[in-house]
Protein backbone atom coordinates (compact mmCIF):
# COMPACT_ATOMS: atom_id res chain seq x y z
CA UNK A 1 0.00 0.00 0.00
CA UNK A 2 2.86 2.72 0.70
CA UNK A 3 4.42 1.41 -2.25
CA UNK A 4 1.23 1.98 -4.20
CA UNK A 5 0.82 5.28 -2.32
CA UNK A 6 4.24 6.74 -3.28
CA UNK A 7 3.57 5.38 -7.16
CA UNK A 8 0.40 7.34 -7.73
CA UNK A 9 1.99 10.25 -5.77
CA UNK A 10 5.45 10.47 -7.49
CA UNK A 11 4.09 13.21 -9.85
CA UNK A 12 3.20 15.42 -6.63
CA UNK A 13 6.56 14.11 -4.85
CA UNK A 14 8.73 15.41 -7.88
CA UNK A 15 7.14 18.94 -8.15
CA UNK A 16 6.91 19.29 -4.26
CA UNK A 17 11.03 18.79 -4.42
CA UNK A 18 11.85 20.53 -7.30
CA UNK A 19 9.83 23.77 -5.69
CA UNK A 20 11.74 23.66 -2.52
CA UNK A 21 15.32 22.68 -3.67
CA UNK A 22 14.98 25.37 -6.49
CA UNK A 23 14.22 27.92 -3.93
CA UNK A 24 16.97 26.84 -1.52
CA UNK A 25 19.22 26.93 -4.38
CA UNK A 26 18.16 30.73 -4.98
CA UNK A 27 17.97 31.63 -1.22
CA UNK A 28 21.62 30.69 -0.40
CA UNK A 29 22.56 33.11 -3.44
CA UNK A 30 21.05 35.51 -2.02
CA UNK A 31 22.59 34.70 0.79
CA UNK A 32 25.62 35.00 -0.86
CA UNK A 33 24.64 38.49 -2.15
CA UNK A 34 24.13 39.86 1.42
CA UNK A 35 26.07 38.31 3.66
CA UNK A 36 29.49 37.80 1.86
CA UNK A 37 30.65 41.94 2.61
CA UNK A 38 29.69 41.50 6.03
CA UNK A 39 31.45 37.94 6.58
CA UNK A 40 33.72 36.85 3.59
CA UNK A 41 35.24 34.33 5.83
CA UNK A 42 32.11 32.16 6.26
CA UNK A 43 30.36 33.15 2.66
CA UNK A 44 33.44 33.36 0.56
CA UNK A 45 31.17 32.58 -2.87
CA UNK A 46 28.01 31.12 -4.26
CA UNK A 47 28.60 27.65 -3.79
CA UNK A 48 30.04 27.50 -0.46
CA UNK A 49 26.57 29.73 0.16
CA UNK A 50 24.69 26.87 -1.04
CA UNK A 51 26.64 24.16 0.59
CA UNK A 52 25.86 26.34 4.22
CA UNK A 53 22.38 26.20 3.53
CA UNK A 54 22.45 22.83 2.50
CA UNK A 55 24.82 21.57 5.59
CA UNK A 56 22.43 23.48 8.20
CA UNK A 57 18.96 22.96 7.69
CA UNK A 58 18.61 20.15 5.19
CA UNK A 59 21.27 17.86 6.92
CA UNK A 60 21.20 15.80 10.42
CA UNK A 61 24.92 17.14 11.26
CA UNK A 62 25.19 20.64 11.01
CA UNK A 63 28.94 21.33 10.76
CA UNK A 64 28.81 24.72 9.40
CA UNK A 65 28.83 27.26 12.54
CA UNK A 66 28.19 30.21 10.76
CA UNK A 67 25.12 32.68 10.69
CA UNK A 68 23.66 35.55 9.27
CA UNK A 69 24.56 38.64 11.05
CA UNK A 70 22.79 41.57 8.54
CA UNK A 71 19.69 41.95 9.23
CA UNK A 72 18.31 40.91 5.73
CA UNK A 73 20.58 37.78 5.99
CA UNK A 74 18.59 37.16 8.88
CA UNK A 75 14.97 36.58 7.58
CA UNK A 76 16.37 35.02 4.99
CA UNK A 77 18.12 32.42 7.01
CA UNK A 78 14.31 32.01 8.52
CA UNK A 79 13.13 31.53 4.81
CA UNK A 80 15.82 28.64 4.49
CA UNK A 81 15.31 27.12 7.76
CA UNK A 82 11.61 26.70 6.93
CA UNK A 83 12.44 25.38 3.75
CA UNK A 84 14.36 22.81 5.65
CA UNK A 85 11.17 21.83 7.46
CA UNK A 86 9.09 22.08 3.97
CA UNK A 87 11.62 19.48 1.97
CA UNK A 88 10.46 16.59 4.38
CA UNK A 89 7.14 17.73 6.05
CA UNK A 90 5.36 18.58 2.24
CA UNK A 91 6.70 14.66 0.94
CA UNK A 92 5.28 12.82 4.41
CA UNK A 93 2.26 14.74 3.83
CA UNK A 94 1.90 13.83 0.05
CA UNK A 95 2.71 10.38 0.96
CA UNK A 96 -0.31 10.28 3.87
CA UNK A 97 -3.04 11.51 1.73
CA UNK A 98 -1.74 8.83 -1.23
CA UNK A 99 -1.55 6.10 1.69
CA UNK A 100 -5.40 7.43 2.93
CA UNK A 101 -6.62 7.15 -0.93
CA UNK A 102 -5.17 3.73 -1.04
CA UNK A 103 -7.04 2.78 1.84
CA UNK A 104 -10.54 4.56 0.55
CA UNK A 105 -9.55 2.88 -3.26
CA UNK A 106 -9.40 -0.40 -1.42
CA UNK A 107 -12.70 -0.54 0.48
CA UNK A 108 -14.25 0.97 -3.13
CA UNK A 109 -12.97 -2.25 -4.19
CA UNK A 110 -13.98 -4.26 -1.72
CA UNK A 111 -17.68 -3.05 -2.31
CA UNK A 112 -17.52 -3.01 -5.44
CA UNK A 113 -17.00 -6.46 -5.40
CA UNK A 114 -19.64 -7.31 -2.98
CA UNK A 115 -21.89 -5.02 -5.28
CA UNK A 116 -21.04 -7.14 -8.16
CA UNK A 117 -21.58 -10.49 -6.81
CA UNK A 118 -25.31 -9.71 -5.48
CA UNK A 119 -26.06 -8.46 -9.40
CA UNK A 120 -24.36 -11.81 -10.65
CA UNK A 121 -26.76 -13.92 -8.50
CA UNK A 122 -29.69 -11.39 -9.59
CA UNK A 123 -29.19 -12.01 -12.89
CA UNK A 124 -29.48 -15.94 -12.27
CA UNK A 125 -33.47 -15.71 -10.81
CA UNK A 126 -36.37 -15.42 -13.10
CA UNK A 127 -39.33 -14.59 -11.60
CA UNK A 128 -41.90 -15.09 -13.35
CA UNK A 129 -43.51 -18.90 -13.42
CA UNK A 130 -44.38 -18.52 -17.25
CA UNK A 131 -40.74 -17.11 -17.81
CA UNK A 132 -38.97 -19.96 -15.86
CA UNK A 133 -41.23 -22.77 -17.52
CA UNK A 134 -40.20 -21.85 -21.08
CA UNK A 135 -36.62 -21.77 -20.40
CA UNK A 136 -36.79 -24.56 -18.58
CA UNK A 137 -38.84 -26.37 -21.71
CA UNK A 138 -36.19 -25.45 -23.81
CA UNK A 139 -33.03 -26.31 -21.73
CA UNK A 140 -31.90 -22.59 -21.02
CA UNK A 141 -32.98 -23.10 -16.77
CA UNK A 142 -28.94 -22.04 -16.75
CA UNK A 143 -28.95 -18.73 -18.95
CA UNK A 144 -29.18 -15.74 -17.60
CA UNK A 145 -31.38 -12.94 -17.62
CA UNK A 146 -31.24 -10.95 -20.82
CA UNK A 147 -31.83 -7.74 -18.84
CA UNK A 148 -31.92 -6.25 -15.39
CA UNK A 149 -33.70 -2.95 -15.19
CA UNK A 150 -31.83 -0.15 -12.71
CA UNK A 151 -35.60 0.38 -10.90
CA UNK A 152 -35.49 -3.40 -10.03
CA UNK A 153 -32.13 -3.09 -8.96
CA UNK A 154 -32.57 0.14 -6.88
CA UNK A 155 -36.05 -1.04 -5.19
CA UNK A 156 -35.94 -4.17 -5.02
CA UNK A 157 -31.89 -4.88 -4.34
CA UNK A 158 -30.80 -1.53 -2.68
CA UNK A 159 -28.29 -0.51 -4.74
CA UNK A 160 -28.52 3.60 -5.84
CA UNK A 161 -28.19 4.73 -9.08
CA UNK A 162 -24.49 6.15 -8.54
CA UNK A 163 -23.70 2.64 -7.64
CA UNK A 164 -24.95 1.10 -10.73
CA UNK A 165 -22.94 3.50 -12.86
CA UNK A 166 -19.97 3.08 -10.95
CA UNK A 167 -20.06 -1.36 -10.87
CA UNK A 168 -20.63 -0.87 -14.58
CA UNK A 169 -17.30 1.16 -14.80
CA UNK A 170 -15.59 -0.93 -12.71
CA UNK A 171 -16.63 -4.41 -13.46
CA UNK A 172 -16.01 -5.65 -17.12
CA UNK A 173 -19.08 -8.11 -16.40
CA UNK A 174 -21.92 -5.59 -16.80
CA UNK A 175 -23.18 -3.13 -20.02
CA UNK A 176 -25.26 -0.53 -18.71
CA UNK A 177 -27.99 0.21 -21.53
CA UNK A 178 -30.87 3.15 -22.04
CA UNK A 179 -33.19 1.05 -24.17
CA UNK A 180 -36.09 2.74 -25.56
CA UNK A 181 -39.05 -0.01 -24.79
CA UNK A 182 -42.79 0.84 -25.14
CA UNK A 183 -41.19 4.83 -26.16
CA UNK A 184 -39.80 5.34 -22.94
CA UNK A 185 -36.03 5.08 -22.25
CA UNK A 186 -34.95 2.57 -19.58
CA UNK A 187 -31.84 1.98 -17.84
CA UNK A 188 -30.44 -0.81 -17.36
CA UNK A 189 -27.55 -3.69 -17.39
CA UNK A 190 -26.87 -6.12 -19.28
CA UNK A 191 -24.78 -9.35 -17.84
CA UNK A 192 -21.67 -10.04 -20.09
CA UNK A 193 -19.95 -13.67 -19.58
CA UNK A 194 -16.77 -12.73 -21.35
CA UNK A 195 -13.25 -14.93 -21.75
CA UNK A 196 -11.96 -12.99 -24.39
CA UNK A 197 -10.60 -9.42 -24.45
CA UNK A 198 -13.45 -9.19 -27.19
CA UNK A 199 -15.98 -10.93 -25.53
CA UNK A 200 -17.24 -14.81 -25.77
CA UNK A 201 -15.62 -17.76 -27.44
CA UNK A 202 -17.46 -21.26 -26.81
CA UNK A 203 -16.11 -24.13 -28.73
CA UNK A 204 -18.41 -27.73 -27.81
CA UNK A 205 -16.76 -29.44 -31.05
CA UNK A 206 -20.07 -28.84 -33.01
CA UNK A 207 -20.15 -28.45 -36.85
CA UNK A 208 -22.04 -25.48 -36.58
CA UNK A 209 -20.97 -21.72 -35.08
CA UNK A 210 -22.65 -19.04 -34.95
CA UNK A 211 -20.80 -15.41 -34.94
CA UNK A 212 -22.38 -12.38 -33.56
CA UNK A 213 -20.01 -9.31 -33.66
CA UNK A 214 -23.13 -6.82 -33.08
CA UNK A 215 -23.61 -7.14 -29.16
CA UNK A 216 -21.71 -4.47 -28.13
CA UNK A 217 -23.88 -1.67 -30.48
CA UNK A 218 -27.63 -3.89 -30.41
CA UNK A 219 -29.13 -4.55 -26.66
CA UNK A 220 -29.90 -7.89 -25.65
CA UNK A 221 -28.97 -9.64 -29.52
CA UNK A 222 -25.84 -11.31 -27.50
CA UNK A 223 -28.19 -13.16 -25.33
CA UNK A 224 -30.91 -13.77 -27.89
CA UNK A 225 -27.79 -15.23 -29.91
CA UNK A 226 -25.99 -17.07 -27.13
CA UNK A 227 -29.32 -18.88 -26.15
CA UNK A 228 -29.79 -19.83 -30.12
CA UNK A 229 -25.94 -21.39 -29.67
CA UNK A 230 -27.32 -23.28 -26.38
CA UNK A 231 -30.24 -24.92 -28.05
CA UNK A 232 -28.39 -25.77 -30.87
CA UNK A 233 -25.10 -27.18 -29.13
CA UNK A 234 -23.16 -24.92 -31.28
CA UNK A 235 -20.02 -23.02 -31.06
CA UNK A 236 -20.41 -19.46 -30.37
CA UNK A 237 -18.15 -16.51 -30.77
CA UNK A 238 -19.75 -13.08 -30.03
CA UNK A 239 -17.92 -9.50 -29.96
CA UNK A 240 -18.97 -7.78 -26.76
CA UNK A 241 -16.74 -4.63 -26.43
CA UNK A 242 -15.41 -3.13 -29.65
CA UNK A 243 -17.64 -1.01 -32.30
CA UNK A 244 -16.79 1.89 -34.79
CA UNK A 245 -20.46 2.83 -33.48
CA UNK A 246 -18.56 2.72 -29.85
CA UNK A 247 -18.67 6.70 -27.83
CA UNK A 248 -15.18 5.35 -25.98
CA UNK A 249 -12.35 6.06 -28.36
CA UNK A 250 -10.54 2.45 -26.39
CA UNK A 251 -13.39 0.93 -27.84
CA UNK A 252 -13.96 2.45 -31.63
CA UNK A 253 -12.50 -0.83 -32.70
CA UNK A 254 -13.92 -2.11 -36.17
CA UNK A 255 -13.74 -6.21 -36.23
CA UNK A 256 -16.16 -6.01 -38.72
CA UNK A 257 -15.32 -4.33 -41.84
CA UNK A 258 -11.28 -4.28 -40.47
CA UNK A 259 -11.42 -0.43 -40.37
CA UNK A 260 -9.83 0.12 -37.61
CA UNK A 261 -6.43 1.95 -36.88
CA UNK A 262 -3.99 -0.34 -36.76
CA UNK A 263 -2.32 -0.12 -33.23
CA UNK A 264 -0.71 -2.75 -31.33
CA UNK A 265 -3.96 -3.11 -29.38
CA UNK A 266 -6.20 -3.52 -32.34
CA UNK A 267 -3.70 -6.06 -34.08
CA UNK A 268 -3.82 -7.70 -31.11
CA UNK A 269 -7.69 -8.29 -30.46
CA UNK A 270 -8.15 -8.92 -35.27
CA UNK A 271 -5.29 -11.66 -33.96
CA UNK A 272 -7.05 -13.60 -31.64
CA UNK A 273 -10.62 -12.77 -32.89
CA UNK A 274 -9.13 -14.82 -36.35
CA UNK A 275 -7.35 -17.70 -34.26
CA UNK A 276 -10.78 -18.46 -32.84
CA UNK A 277 -12.38 -18.67 -35.85
CA UNK A 278 -10.29 -20.19 -37.25
CA UNK A 279 -9.59 -22.84 -34.62
CA UNK A 280 -13.49 -23.87 -34.58
CA UNK A 281 -14.81 -23.33 -38.01
CA UNK A 282 -13.90 -25.91 -40.35
CA UNK A 283 -13.97 -27.02 -44.29
CA UNK A 284 -17.29 -29.38 -43.41
CA UNK A 285 -18.19 -26.79 -41.09
CA UNK A 286 -21.44 -24.45 -41.24
CA UNK A 287 -21.17 -20.36 -40.02
CA UNK A 288 -24.35 -18.55 -39.08
CA UNK A 289 -22.87 -15.05 -38.85
CA UNK A 290 -26.14 -12.93 -37.39
CA UNK A 291 -26.08 -9.31 -38.27
CA UNK A 292 -28.82 -7.08 -36.16
CA UNK A 293 -30.95 -5.23 -39.11
CA UNK A 294 -33.68 -2.28 -38.65
CA UNK A 295 -37.55 -3.09 -37.40
CA UNK A 296 -39.55 -3.53 -40.46
CA UNK A 297 -41.34 -6.55 -42.75
CA UNK A 298 -38.90 -8.86 -42.78
CA UNK A 299 -38.51 -11.21 -39.58
CA UNK A 300 -34.85 -12.25 -41.51
CA UNK A 301 -33.07 -12.19 -44.07
CA UNK A 302 -30.60 -14.33 -45.64
CA UNK A 303 -27.12 -13.57 -47.40
CA UNK A 304 -25.27 -15.86 -49.13
CA UNK A 305 -22.75 -13.12 -50.48
CA UNK A 306 -24.88 -12.40 -54.00
CA UNK A 307 -25.97 -8.97 -55.34
CA UNK A 308 -28.77 -6.79 -53.18
CA UNK A 309 -31.94 -7.46 -55.21
CA UNK A 310 -31.09 -11.15 -56.16
CA UNK A 311 -34.24 -13.23 -54.70
CA UNK A 312 -32.40 -16.52 -55.21
CA UNK A 313 -30.17 -19.01 -53.24
CA UNK A 314 -27.98 -20.48 -56.01
CA UNK A 315 -25.22 -20.47 -56.91
CA UNK A 316 -24.29 -18.84 -53.32
CA UNK A 317 -20.69 -17.65 -53.43
CA UNK A 318 -20.54 -18.58 -49.40
CA UNK A 319 -22.45 -21.26 -49.43
CA UNK A 320 -22.14 -24.52 -51.39
CA UNK A 321 -24.77 -27.33 -49.57
CA UNK A 322 -27.99 -25.95 -51.72
CA UNK A 323 -29.96 -28.55 -50.71
CA UNK A 324 -29.10 -27.74 -47.17
CA UNK A 325 -29.81 -24.00 -47.82
CA UNK A 326 -33.06 -24.54 -49.41
CA UNK A 327 -34.24 -26.69 -46.27
CA UNK A 328 -32.94 -24.22 -43.82
CA UNK A 329 -35.10 -21.84 -46.37
CA UNK A 330 -38.13 -23.56 -46.05
CA UNK A 331 -38.20 -23.13 -42.04
CA UNK A 332 -37.63 -19.70 -41.84
CA UNK A 333 -40.21 -18.85 -44.62
CA UNK A 334 -43.03 -20.94 -42.17
CA UNK A 335 -41.26 -19.06 -38.97
CA UNK A 336 -41.96 -15.74 -40.90
CA UNK A 337 -45.05 -16.32 -42.28
CA UNK A 338 -46.52 -17.68 -38.78
CA UNK A 339 -45.63 -14.45 -37.39
CA UNK A 340 -47.19 -12.40 -40.75
CA UNK A 341 -43.81 -11.05 -41.14
CA UNK A 342 -41.57 -11.88 -44.08
CA UNK A 343 -38.26 -13.78 -45.37
CA UNK A 344 -35.89 -11.95 -47.66
CA UNK A 345 -33.48 -13.14 -49.93
CA UNK A 346 -30.72 -10.71 -50.16
CA UNK A 347 -33.78 -8.50 -50.99
CA UNK A 348 -32.20 -5.02 -48.87
CA UNK A 349 -29.02 -6.60 -48.10
CA UNK A 350 -26.45 -8.11 -50.43
CA UNK A 351 -23.07 -9.01 -50.92
CA UNK A 352 -20.81 -7.53 -48.01
CA UNK A 353 -17.52 -5.51 -48.68
CA UNK A 354 -13.93 -7.57 -49.69
CA UNK A 355 -12.79 -6.00 -45.82
CA UNK A 356 -15.50 -7.46 -44.58
CA UNK A 357 -15.03 -10.45 -41.73
CA UNK A 358 -17.33 -12.90 -43.84
CA UNK A 359 -14.81 -12.83 -46.31
CA UNK A 360 -12.03 -13.83 -43.91
CA UNK A 361 -14.57 -16.89 -42.45
CA UNK A 362 -15.28 -17.99 -46.19
CA UNK A 363 -11.89 -17.67 -47.49
CA UNK A 364 -9.77 -18.80 -44.80
CA UNK A 365 -11.87 -21.97 -43.08
CA UNK A 366 -13.93 -22.93 -46.55
CA UNK A 367 -17.19 -23.46 -44.15
CA UNK A 368 -20.64 -22.93 -45.50
CA UNK A 369 -21.80 -19.37 -44.49
CA UNK A 370 -24.74 -17.78 -43.92
CA UNK A 371 -25.19 -14.38 -43.31
CA UNK A 372 -28.65 -14.40 -41.35
CA UNK A 373 -30.07 -10.19 -40.82
CA UNK A 374 -32.18 -10.84 -37.98
CA UNK A 375 -35.37 -7.71 -37.39
CA UNK A 376 -33.59 -6.47 -33.51
CA UNK A 377 -37.69 -5.31 -32.85
CA UNK A 378 -37.92 -9.04 -31.75
CA UNK A 379 -35.26 -8.48 -29.11
CA UNK A 380 -37.58 -5.76 -27.39
CA UNK A 381 -40.61 -8.27 -26.92
CA UNK A 382 -42.06 -9.54 -23.69
CA UNK A 383 -40.05 -12.53 -22.37
CA UNK A 384 -42.38 -15.38 -23.14
CA UNK A 385 -42.22 -13.77 -27.26
CA UNK A 386 -38.78 -13.01 -27.30
CA UNK A 387 -37.97 -16.47 -25.71
CA UNK A 388 -40.57 -18.10 -28.13
CA UNK A 389 -38.97 -16.65 -31.45
CA UNK A 390 -35.40 -17.80 -29.84
CA UNK A 391 -36.67 -21.05 -29.84
CA UNK A 392 -38.53 -20.76 -33.24
CA UNK A 393 -34.62 -19.61 -34.98
CA UNK A 394 -32.97 -22.30 -33.06
CA UNK A 395 -35.35 -24.94 -34.48
CA UNK A 396 -34.45 -23.53 -37.62
CA UNK A 397 -30.57 -24.58 -37.89
CA UNK A 398 -30.68 -27.50 -35.33
CA UNK A 399 -28.98 -30.38 -36.94
CA UNK A 400 -29.95 -33.85 -35.67
CA UNK A 401 -27.95 -35.70 -33.27
CA UNK A 402 -25.32 -37.40 -34.73
CA UNK A 403 -25.61 -35.54 -38.17
CA UNK A 404 -23.16 -33.43 -39.91
CA UNK A 405 -22.98 -31.13 -42.73
CA UNK A 406 -23.46 -33.47 -46.01
Not at 184 to 211: M, W
Request: aromatic share 10%; with cysteine; net charge neutral.
Amino acid sequence: MIINAIKNKQRELLISLAIVIGLLIVASMFMYLLEHSAQPEAFPSMLSSLWWGIDKYLTPLGISSANPITPFGKVLGIFIAVLGVGLFALPAGIIASGFIEEIDLIKEKKRMMAIEEKLKYAFTIEYFVPVKNVKKNLGLSHLPRKWLSANDIQYKMGISMEEIVRVSDYSSNFRLRNVKLDGDDSIGLELIQSNRSYGQCVSKGSPITIINMYPAIQPYFGHFTKGISEIVGANYISNEVYSSLSLLPENAIDLVNGGHSQTRESIAITEQLQLDIKSMVHKDGLCIFFVNAASNDFLMQFNVGLEKGNETLHPAPFFANIALLESWRQSAERVSSAHNLKLGIHTTVGRPAESHLAHFIKQETGCDLLMLHVNCGILKLKAIDYYQYMAEFAEIFKIPEGATNP
